[in-house]
């Protein structure tokens, strides 16, 4: 049975959180001498020397609209980032508790878990699919399992995982599982958002870094019900998105069709970059992606990568990652930078 109040860590089910200015008076007032904010003013935009919401409701209610789901099941993070972090210090007891992850993934799960001193088991995805292993998740998992995180389309292998997997998890683990979406409007899958009425242990993360093409800005969104995010906001920086990002992101969904417009080129050329790649020497494997990016295996990998490093390509060389040898991730260009990436692959001396 999956019970909250038990899987959060006791320090933070019994802690008090901080009750800033903002957050103790939000009604209407025309003096704000609450905050020891520059009541004269901003050298910039006139408003920037006040605090900002600490909960975000206007640019969440936005959102809220577009993805169809309420803004009090949201937690915004500077970052997925923090929203992964956060997750980790909310529910695993340093020392004690463990996440497990599926290997080769994102980095920034262990990383986390490591900064937070909890634990981290890894079950590889399938060698054959990258699909998950449903039997050796199964038997990893111990009572001190309190996270799953399941990254769908996966970085770096860029396949969705089977729906029907994660649906096995969710049904049958009491901790917490974490769908992490951040390519899902590159994927022909479907998001878990519509699951999280059905499932009270899901979290699905996304991200205005990829798609919405706001990496600068740092922000991330957690889904999840409403019982987990207020345990997430008791532990969040009280102003942990501040005032130009809240600006910007509200304009950014204004914008809703461009960023449609920009993820059917993106997936478009994404066909166009698989097939010249195909026709590239040395290149072995291409991977099935669902995502703004392709995983490739190819002939001497370090070699290649540091071949278009020196003509000022760049790619992430993932050759040292498990289940990855001699495999290069590549990002989708625009049309011209994947022809230059194209060309100086047919360039190299294979001999
Ligand atoms: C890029 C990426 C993110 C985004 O992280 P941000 O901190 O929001 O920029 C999250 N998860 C995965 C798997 C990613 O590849």
Redesign the pocket.
């Known amino acids: 049975m999956f019970d909250l109040e038990k899987l959060v860590r006791p320090n933070i089910r019994s802690l008090k959180p901080y009750s800033s200015a903002r957050s103790e008076f939000s009604g209407v007032a025309s003096v704000f001498l609450d905050a020891n904010e520059n009541s004269f003013g901003s050298p910039l935009t006139k408003w920037y020397n006040r605090y900002p919401d600490p909960l975000q409701w206007e640019l969440k209610r936005k959102i809220a609209g577009i993805k169809s789901v309420p803004a009090e099941g949201m937690l915004l993070?500077?970052?997925?980032?923090?929203?992964?972090d956060l997750l980790i210090r909310a529910f695993c007891e340093p020392g004690i508790d463990r996440i497990l992850i599926c290997p080769p993934?994102?980095g920034?799960y262990e990383v986390y878990a490591h900064i937070n001193n909890v634990g981290v088991d890894e079950v590889p995805l399938r060698a054959a699919d990258f699909q998950l292993d449903l039997e050796g998740i199964e038997g990893a998992l111990t009572a001190a399992t309190k996270l799953i995180f399941l990254?769908s389309p996966?970085?770096?292998t860029g396949n969705s995982l089977y729906r029907e997997d994660i649906e096995v998890i969710l049904n049958n683990f009491d901790g917490i599982v974490v769908v992490?979406e951040?390519?899902i409007n590159y994927s022909r899958s479907r998001s878990f958002l519509t699951e999280l009425k059905d499932y009270p242990n899901l979290v699905v993360?996304q991200?205005?870094?990829?798609a919405w093409g706001l990496?600068a800005l740092?922000?991330?969104i957690t889904y999840a019900s409403a019982p987990i995010i207020g345990v997430l906001n008791k532990i969040k920086p009280p102003y942990n998105i501040n005032a130009a990002t809240q600006e910007l992101a509200l304009k950014a969904l204004d914008k809703l069709d461009e960023v449609n417009a920009m993820i059917r080129e993106t997936v478009q050329e994404r066909s166009t970059l698989l097939e010249g790649l195909s026709a590239v020497a040395g290149v072995q494997q291409i991977f099935p992606t669902d995502?703004n990016f392709v995983l490739v295996r190819i002939t001497d990998a370090t070699r290649v990568y540091e071949y278009l490093r020196d003509r000022g390509i760049i790619v992430r060389n993932r050759s040292n990652v498990v289940l990855c040898d001699d495999c290069l991730r590549i990002t989708v260009g625009t049309p011209e930078q994947d022809q230059k990436l194209l060309t100086a692959l047919k360039e190299y001396p294979n001999a």
């Open positions: 993070g500077n970052g997925s980032d923090e929203c992964i993934t994102y920034m990254c996966n970085n770096p992490d951040a390519y993360l991200t205005f870094s990829k990496a740092r922000l991330g995502a």
